[in-house]
């Protein structure tokens, strides 16, 4: 069954690092784009980063020169670095698969002030 597994949120100080997972199950991973999103309560998920098939990357205004999205296609992994953190990056984060139309469970990502 596809299916997409993040892990790596927690708890941090705002200025500490984190780097989040996507581990793709049962595809060819090499083939597709990825997304990362996050949501808070109350509010939509917000787009934060893509990575393309060739490694191409875009990134939203508000973690751009923060955050960095790579990929392994050889361990099936989309990574999101995440540097700086801001108390306001707080939020459950989401690995997208837009071609399968996959989402991950996520992974909850905390940063104090």
């Known amino acids: 069954q596809e299916q997409l597994v993040e892990s790596g949120g927690g708890s941090v100080q705002a200025g500490e690092s984190l780097t989040l997972s996507c581990v793709a199950r049962a595809f060819t991973f090499s083939l597709y784009t990825f997304h990362w999103y996050r949501q808070v309560p109350g509010k939509g998920r917000e787009w934060v980063a893509l990575i393309g098939v060739g490694g191409d990357t875009n990134y939203a205004a508000s973690v751009k020169g923060r955050f960095t999205i790579s990929r392994d296609n050889g361990q099936s992994t989309v990574y999101l670095q995440m540097n700086d953190l801001k108390p306001e990056d707080t939020a459950v984060y989401y690995c997208?698969?837009?071609?399968?139309?996959?989402w991950g469970l996520g992974t909850q990502v905390t940063v104090a002030s």
């Open positions: 997208h698969d837009p071609y399968h139309k996959l």
